[in-house]
């Protein structure tokens, strides 16, 4: 079976799938060469090497799907691994943060308790060497100064926060702001500065389109403010706070309010032992490579670069990145450069601009059965795995808006796409299993969004990000 037909194949399931359930047109899944087995064909147990740069506080690898591709149009995967070093076990920097609580009417009652008892706890962890501001909103917005975290001013805090009462909307662009005022004073002075966002709700005051918001994030982060949000609840926007957090170089969370001490106190781990900040990837094309797509990400397509935000890493994590390529081959004995890749960061300990660079070539065929002997096993997997989660995605999506034969749909898409390499990715074929047993016995509207959120945080870790809680 060529690739030709094992494309249409593949698609054509997909499609059936589709059609017999009435489903919305699921995201496409066009390669061939590199993902989906042949029937009767073994999987590959080639490993390619990696290709490796840095020797700052964060490491690039990278390699393409094979040793050789297709001539002519075809598809091609690269998986690409920000690396931060570990950091010696007493690491520790000073930090400007703000720590932003939504009070609005919904947070009556335990919601609001649990984050008080959660701020009280984020203040008493705070050492002379930081500095903390306090926001807390409504639809207005009340602030305790940005100050340097001394005992007597933590007990100062401490009473500010025991003061916070529910009242008004929820003004979360109002309290974004005030929290900027407070740090941008202090950017210069402290190698990391980050604001932490609470809501419980959907933005009802101030600006309220996800687009605004978003922006603002990705303002922030340009000023060198990294900002992480907190859904806390039922009723806040999922997809909100996680594109405020990968907008603004920070983390997100969905969560429950008993969750938020443990998690405010990872939140501030996370920012003294930040290693690296302002962290981007940036793709440059060669005019053989049409388009590439950064699965699962929000990237920004400039001329032939394409770039990636990513968010501020301590001391062991890493980002892993699965890119799509579409390319227009001519065969070549040599390699062909298909993909430069950098990542541009700050490193904190030396307080400098740094990067790491990669370029990952391969060779063009028309011989078929060269490619698929030349095919690397573990970017295989990666791809599948990504092109699954888009599927997965796209379920927790439906699940949302009560469209369950969609959903359904489409975590059947993904089960087809994982089973394509059962052997490795027997985990993602037995979760699928447990969110459908799950999903189809939720008992209600709530029961059926809370699978959906948990869906939509397996997908991110899937993708293969570590900013999530």
Avoid: C, W
């Avoid at 017999?20 to 042949?38: E, I, M, R, S």
């Avoid at 790491?356 to 060779?363: E, G, N, P």
Wanted: charged share 25%; proline share 4%.
């Amino acid at each position: 079976m060529n690739r030709t037909t094992l494309l249409l194949s593949t698609a054509g399931l997909l499609a059936l799938v589709a059609l017999v359930l009435g489903l919305p047109k699921p995201p496409p899944v066009t390669d061939t060469t590199h993902t989906l087995a042949q029937p009767g064909e073994q999987e590959p147990t080639l490993t390619l090497p990696l290709v490796t740069s840095g020797d700052g506080a964060l490491t690039l690898e990278g390699k393409l799907s094979g040793g050789y591709l297709q001539t002519g149009p075809s598809e091609a995967f690269a998986v690409l691994e920000v690396k931060a070093q570990r950091t010696q076990e007493n690491h520790r920097v000073p930090v400007n943060v703000a720590l932003i609580i939504d009070r609005s009417g919904s947070m009556r009652g335990q919601k609001l308790d649990d984050a008080k008892r959660a701020a009280r706890e984020f203040v008493q962890r705070m050492t002379e060497v930081d500095r903390l501001a306090l926001v807390h909103y409504g639809t207005n917005v009340t602030t305790f100064d940005s100050t340097l975290a001394t005992e007597e001013a933590r007990a100062q805090m401490l009473s500010f926060v025991d003061g916070i009462e529910d009242d008004g909307s929820t003004n979360i662009s109002g309290g974004m702001q005030a929290a900027a005022h407070e740090l941008r004073p202090y950017v210069s002075q402290f190698r990391v500065s980050r604001a932490i966002l609470l809501s419980d709700g959907q933005p009802t005051a101030g600006l309220v389109r996800e687009e605004e918001l978003t922006a603002l994030a990705r303002q922030l982060r340009a000023e060198g403010i990294a900002l992480s949000a907190l859904g806390v609840g039922e009723d806040f926007n999922e997809n909100l706070m996680q594109g405020i957090a990968d907008q603004g170089g920070g983390f997100s969370g969905f969560l429950n309010s008993n969750q938020l001490a443990e998690v405010f106190t990872r939140e501030l781990e996370q920012a003294t032992g930040t290693v690296a900040r302002a962290v981007e990837l940036r793709l440059t094309l060669p005019p053989q490579v049409a388009s590439a797509e950064v699965m699962g990400t929000n990237a920004f397509q400039e001329g032939r670069t394409v770039r990636v935000p990513l968010y501020d890493m301590a001391g062991g994590q890493s980002a892993r990145l699965v890119v799509k390529l579409k390319l227009e081959l001519q065969p070549s004995e040599q390699p062909l450069e298909l993909l430069d890749a950098k990542v541009t960061y700050m490193d904190v300990e030396k307080d400098r601009p740094a990067e790491a660079r990669v370029a990952l070539s391969a060779r063009s065929t028309e011989d078929t059965t060269l490619v698929r002997a030349n095919l690397d096993k573990d970017v295989r997997v990666h791809a599948v795995r990504a092109l699954g989660t888009q599927q997965l995605r796209a379920a927790a999506e439906e699940m949302k808006k009560g469209n369950r034969s969609a959903a359904l749909g489409f975590l059947g898409n993904a089960r087809t796409l994982f089973g394509s390499s059962a052997a490795a990715l027997s985990g993602e074929l037995a979760d699928v299993d447990r969110t459908q047993a799950a999903y189809e016995g939720a008992q209600d509207e709530a029961a059926q969004r809370n699978e959906a959120r948990q869906l939509q945080k397996k997908t991110m870790k899937s993708f293969g990000f570590n900013n999530s809680y």
